[in-house]
């Protein structure tokens, strides 16, 4: 009985060939590295899955990553070598959003697919959107969505609004006030910090919030940033009676290092991924475990799902044309670790949700609880809101 | 604020001028005595805070300070006998070149012994909870960091006018050659010194950690703020850092405080291009001793012979030919590599032949791409009126900025274009609806007649080599030798009825429009600008590339802008410690030709 789907292979395949499919893919991997090489590994282990399984369309998958040097200029370098050297069949890849909205221009110059794999930016997807690029991630707005029904319970009034200085925070900043004025009438702003990216100068900010006296705190900060908001606000007392939202505050990145100053009860988006019992997840789980010794970061999971997208496509288009590649990824279904998502033929966006919970810090571990999975596809806006961003 | 809050953040601000503090006296110290730009400060503050870390988990916080601050020590004791001893007689700013290799290194080394992932310190223990001072909770920590501050302040008074080593320190500060003459063994009063910089350096960085995790940004955000503070306090003075350090750490928290957190972006340039302005030798500095004699003089640049000119037409053929030969990637590469190659040689026209030091000339290269994207997007003009328009704007800035920086000189000149830099940056950085803010620019593409590789690339070569060739005849002709009088001998050139500093300021803002040229070629080949494109790194990358090539020489600075870029792309491509791999390469480079690429040619011939 084994033999029949080995035969079929063979046949579909056309014999035994040994061609294989470049994916090009470029990454920040030297500026995020605590990000990226978690994603790395994930991509990693989805080719090793899928070339296993006996590769895509009878081809071998191969990926070619580069190093995008953290700026757009080099990325988009990198990007036309993938192009014009390797002949991939596709673009992915990517980290910050001014660097992907760069790649993503680029892409549909050279008419090419670009499926943005981490950047959160809502332009990508929105205000510069373009037919060749679609985009991974549950983006910025989303993720800020899926926090504002628990802010909206708490009914505090006061906010105060804390955020890196950079797309991603002003985004987040903007839509959260949005959002939340919308659900929530009569709410108040009462204070707003933008410390530059990575250089927080953390004791000021904290005492400036604590002037502000608000009731609640939505922040949009990670990595050191965070870390030092953490433990200043922590020794201040600002979070004694304040509640926070914090975007990002869950994923294993970016709460690991925060150990015994894990603040108890932050509402936060992430990662929990010690206690996901899905059937898919515990799957990835185990193989990225057995492969690398080591537990998944969300950068895993995106590196996987990334490749993962790529795969089917291909599968789905039976061919590496551009063209027929769009077309089969418009309205693509497929399974990812966190459930099925569907990327959204009208604006390219996939449905893939994250987990939101509170924060916990007992026994000198972060970990996320009172979690629950958000499904990417409640937090969008409506078809006619997203066409008249896009200006297709 | 009411007076509470007030008094809080003026705690706030001492606490972190005393972090500030102790990386920049370090690094005004080995800059006072050695005269070199260490670039690797901010890293070996870095490693200070991954040694505490690493120590604490084993000895125990407050032991892992000193630890890691000596451990710290002893590496910049082997960096000084095993590379900068080799380069101290180099052309000036050569130490630069290997300081910045050897902080790529430095961090790869990091990032291979600790991994990705940032590591938060512990807290101090004893001192892990906060006190109520004015009416608010304040970290005891922070005020054990308020009193180190100047206790290390009276520390190193007393070691400097106390000391017999202190009295030869401040005899080399004073006059390097004449501490020689009278016997001192500079040697020795140089590795100490450097070592002493590095154990400051490392114990900022330990003390840091109750603060702020180790992590791989820090060496770059730490050397930047520690040079703002060395240059307002005035080179080499130790209280003038203390002031800086003051001025700026307060500053930056009454931004904050006052709700203007956006500023902090950009507070510490502003205040540095106050006081240069206004004070050119910074706060408590004293003005430069006048060099004696002739000064350090430099071969005349002899004219090109028929053969190098020749050489150099076929060179330029060959490279109009080389679309018949291919239409891939190596034109992409190429067109990257000419614009390069201009910026470099733009950057050596004030840099060699006026020795007008620019840490910040990215800023003329940003002028023109933006420009360049701002009239195609947003103005509507024709991509090429757009192109041929857009250097006129970074022309204009070099023209403001420059009769500023012209007025300074050395070191004080390099800061104040870079305070100048910063401030275009964070102006492009901030101003979401001309710029795009930090997404950029997307979507400036060549007119469809230029859109293929080949033809871009053609006109890119066109538009570079007449530039670069016009820069090299402009050396040559008699404003190029008024300019090198002016550098070499100013009194002398003054007295021949030459007025050096408008020679100099018209210098610059040629070598701005040069740039400018430069960059709006770059940001139609990309499609898009965003604020990198004149960050701090390109800067530093421009000064790297005329370093690799050779500053004495006119067309070093063009091979080394090709081997940068090509080194940078192989490498990154290849390796994956690649910035290991270029730091290490520089650093071969430096030693084995210590005057550049260049000289290669010129033994040969």
């Known amino acids: 009985m084994k033999l029949i789907p080995i035969l079929t292979l063979l046949l579909l395949s056309g014999g035994v060939h040994a061609q294989t499919i470049k994916i090009g893919e470029l990454n920040s991997y030297k500026t995020f590295a605590a990000f ?142 949005k959002l939340l004025s919308q659900a929530q009438p009569g709410v108040q702003f009462v204070g707003e910090q933008a410390p530059p990216l990575g250089k927080i100068d953390a004791g000021a900010v904290v005492q400036a919030l604590i002037d502000a006296r608000p009731d609640a705190i939505f922040s949009s900060l990670f990595a050191a940033d965070l870390q030092k908001f953490v433990r200043e606000g922590n020794l201040r007392g600002l979070f004694k009676n304040t509640a926070v939202f914090n975007l990002l505050g869950g994923e294993p990145e970016y709460l690991d290092p925060l150990k015994d100053e894990t603040p108890e009860g932050w509402w936060v988006t992430g990662y929990p991924w010690s206690e996901i019992k899905t059937p898919v997840h515990q799957k990835f789980l185990a193989a990225y475990q057995k492969k690398w010794k080591d537990y998944p970061r969300l950068g895993s999971v995106v590196g996987y799902s990334a490749i993962y997208s790529a795969a089917y496509a291909l599968r789905k288009a039976r061919s590496t044309d551009t063209e027929q590649l769009i077309a089969a990824l418009r309205g693509l279904e497929m399974s990812t670790p966190f459930g099925p998502i569907v990327y959204r033929a009208v604006d390219h966006q996939s449905t893939m949700g994250a987990y939101v919970g509170q924060l916990s810090g007992k026994g000198g571990k972060g970990r996320m609880v009172n979690w629950r999975f958000a499904d990417g596809a409640n937090f969008l806006p409506p078809f006619e809101e997203v066409k008249i961003l896009r200006k297709e | ?233 005035g080179l080499g003075s130790i209280p003038g850092a203390f002031l800086a350090a003051l001025l700026i750490a307060q500053a930056k928290a009454f931004c904050i405080g006052l709700g203007f957190s956006k500023a902090t972006l950009v507070v510490e340039f502003i205040v540095m291009a106050a006081v240069l302005v206004l004070r050119p030798q910074g706060l408590l500095g004293r003005p430069a001793a006048l060099p004696r004699g002739p000064g350090a003089e430099e071969p005349p640049l002899s004219s090109p012979s028929p053969r190098l000119l020749r050489a150099w037409g076929i060179l330029v053929a060959a490279l109009a030919l080389l679309p018949l030969a291919t239409d891939g990637y190596a034109l992409v590469l190429l067109t990257d590599v000419l614009v390069f190659a201009l910026f470099a040689a733009s950057l ?192 530093v990358d421009g000064l790297v590339m005329v370093m690799l090539g050779g500053i004495h020489t006119l067309t070093g600075p063009v091979w080394g802008a090709a081997l940068f870029t090509w080194l940078q792309d192989a490498a990154a491509r290849n390796v994956d410690y690649w910035r290991a791999a270029i730091g290490i390469s520089i650093l071969a480079l430096v030693l084995a030709l210590p005057r550049g690429l260049a000289t290669l040619a010129q033994r040969r011939a």
């Open chain 2, 348 to 539: 050596h026209f004030i840099l060699g032949p006026a020795r007008l030091y620019s840490f910040g000339h990215a800023a003329y290269f940003g002028l023109g791409a933006y420009a360049a994207g701002i009239l195609f997007l947003q103005v509507k003009l024709p991509m090429e009126l757009a192109l041929a328009l857009a250097p006129l704007a970074a022309g204009l800035g070099a023209l403001v900025f420059g009769w500023f920086c012209v007025r300074l000189s050395g070191v004080y000149c390099a800061m104040l274009t870079l305070a100048f830099a910063q401030i275009t940056w964070s102006a492009a950085f901030q101003w979401d609806g001309l710029t795009g803010g930090s997404n950029g620019i997307v979507g400036a593409w060549p007119a469809p007649w230029l859109a293929s590789k080949t033809a871009y690339y053609l006109l890119t070569l066109l538009a570079c080599s007449l530039a670069i060739a016009f820069l090299w005849r402009a050396v040559h002709s008699p404003f190029g030798y008024a300019l090198r009088a002016g550098r070499d001998a100013p009194l002398r050139a003054e007295a021949l009825g030459i007025d050096v500093r408008a020679t100099q300021w018209a210098a610059f803002s040629v070598a701005g429009l040069a740039a400018g040229i430069a960059g709006a070629f770059y940001a139609f080949s990309k499609g898009s600008i965003s604020p990198e494109a004149m960050g701090i790194q390109r800067s």
């Open chain 1, 36 to 177: 990226l090489e978690p994603y790395k590994k994930g991509m990693e282990l989805a080719v090793e899955e899928i070339n296993r399984a006996g590769g895509v369309n009878g081809s071998k998958l191969e990926v070619v990553s580069r190093e995008d040097g953290g700026n757009p200029g080099d990325a988009v370098r990198v990007a036309e070598e993938l192009i014009s050297r390797e002949k991939v069949a596709l673009l992915t890849g990517t980290f910050a959003s001014n660097v992907g909205l760069a790649v993503s221009n680029l892409a549909a110059q050279r008419k090419i697919l670009f499926i943005a794999a981490e950047p959160l930016t809502d332009k990508i997807v929105w205000e510069n959107g373009n037919r060749y690029t679609f985009r991974l991630r549950a983006s910025t707005y989303m993720q800020t969505a899926m926090l504002i029904p628990e802010a909206v319970k708490l009914k505090k009034t006061r906010w105060a609004i804390v955020y890196p200085n950079y797309e991603y925070g002003q985004s987040a900043t903007a839509s959260f006030k």
């Open chain 2, 1 to 233: 604020m009411s007076l509470s809050s007030v008094l809080i953040q003026f705690t706030n601000g001492l606490a972190s001028a005393s972090s500030l503090f102790l990386v920049a006296a370090g690094l005004s110290l080995i800059f006072g005595v050695t005269r070199v730009v260490n670039f690797a400060h901010g890293s070996l503050y870095m490693l200070g805070m991954y040694f505490a870390v690493w120590l604490a988990e084993k000895v125990g916080f407050w032991a892992a300070v000193p630890l890691a601050a000596a451990g710290v020590g002893v590496l910049g004791l082997l960096i000084e006998i095993s590379l900068l001893r080799r380069i101290y007689k180099s052309p000036e700013l050569l130490q630069l070149l290997a300081t910045f290799a050897l902080l790529l290194v430095l961090k790869d080394a990091a990032l291979w012994a600790w991994g990705a992932e940032d590591l938060l310190g512990p807290r101090a223990p004893g001192l892990a909870a906060a006190t109520e001072i004015f009416g608010g909770a304040f970290p005891q920590y922070d005020l054990l960091l308020i009193v180190l501050g100047p206790l290390v302040l009276v520390f190193l008074h007393l070691l400097l006018s106390r000391t017999r080593w202190g009295l030869l320190i401040r005899a080399a500060t004073e006059d390097r050659e004449m501490a020689g003459a009278l016997g001192i063994n500079q040697r020795w009063l140089f590795t100490s010194v450097f070592a002493l910089g590095a154990v400051l350096a490392g114990l900022g960085g330990a003390l840091q950690i109750p603060r702020e995790p180790a992590n791989l940004g820090v060496d770059l955000t730490v050397i930047s703020d520690a040079f703002v503070v060395v240059v307002v306090g």
